[in-house]
């Protein structure tokens, strides 16, 4: 039996001092890459992170374990809530209520009041984009009823403020947003599969990740680091959601000690 092409030192010899010395050998090396900001993942949020960051001049680096179009972002149907008041008069204040009212007043409050108070402005630029919304008769985004939503902080009935394009939102959205994101000069890590996050007295500074192809590795420096890795589904012995929805983003924050909030 010959013997293998590289090594792999998973604990390093003990030296004299009693320091604990390991690495990787010559035979398996690093690729290093350094940039301004690292956005994992390629869904709706990791294409938006990633073009947005390109456009503000930041060298970007997008990795995503699936080709962008692949994402799970794919497969919403329902729509985006936002009080544009196409259908009857609407304000994001009654938007906010019913999201926190829906969370139990569990919510993060000062994210809902922005996420609330921005949808509108989203929901136009995505238009501005090309994504063919569903319309009324006048040609303005149509709005349907949607679950927990209500007018006047739940004293004016049930609320038409679902944005969605028939019932295939989230593929229009994601092909869009894709599209879209081939304008702008960001670097794409099409199937690197981010392993964890490399961190530094507390402070990320990067990510380091698996090409599937080749099976090399990949040290990312970066200033910033978002993770926009989409939810875990798959941690449930039932669920509607692809094989892919594994929680490797909120895992990798995890065992960094940061909060998941």
């Known amino acids: 039996t010959g ?20 690495q ?20 709706g949020a990791g294409l938006r992170a990633a073009f947005g960051l390109a456009h503000e001049g930041f060298k970007t680096a997008c990795i995503t374990k699936l080709f962008p179009t692949r994402s799970h972002t ?3 149907q329902g729509g985006i809530n936002a009080a544009l008041g196409n259908m009857e008069p609407d304000n994001w204040r009654w938007h906010m209520y019913d999201t926190v009212k829906g969370s ?13 108070e921005e949808a509108p402005k989203a929901v136009i630029e995505l ?12 040609g303005q985004i149509y709005q349907r009823a949607f679950g927990g939503q209500s007018y006047d902080y739940g004293k004016g ?6 944005c969605a394009v028939a019932d295939r939102t989230g593929h229009s959205l994601l092909h869009t947003l894709y599209g879209q994101s081939l304008s702008y000069n ?14 530094d007295k507390g402070t990320c500074v990067g990510v380091i990740a698996l090409c599937l192809e080749d099976g090399s590795l990949h040290r990312f420096k970066a200033k910033n680091t978002v993770i926009a890795t989409g939810g875990y589904g798959r941690a449930y012995f039932s669920c509607t959601s692809a094989h892919t929805c594994t929680g490797d983003g909120t895992a990798m924050v995890a065992r960094a000690g940061l909060p998941n909030e």
Not at 127 to 138: A, C, D, H, L, V
Not at 186 to 195: C, Q
């Open 127 to 138: 238009e501005n984009y090309g994504m063919p919304f569903s319309r009324t008769e006048k």
């Open 74 to 76: 794919v497969a919403a």
């Open 186 to 199: 960001t670097e794409y890590f099409v199937e690197y599969f981010a392993l964890d996050l490399l961190m």
């Open 104 to 116: 139990d007043w569990l919510g993060d409050q000062d994210a809902i009041h922005y996420m609330t």
């Open 3 to 22: 013997s293998r092409a590289f090594h792999f030192k998973v604990e390093g010899r003990r030296s004299q001092d009693g320091t604990s010395k390991s």
């Open 157 to 162: 009935g049930q609320a038409h403020r679902c």
């Open 24 to 43: 990787l050998s010559r035979e398996y090396p690093v690729i290093d890459h350094s940039y301004d900001a690292v956005v994992v993942g390629a869904g």
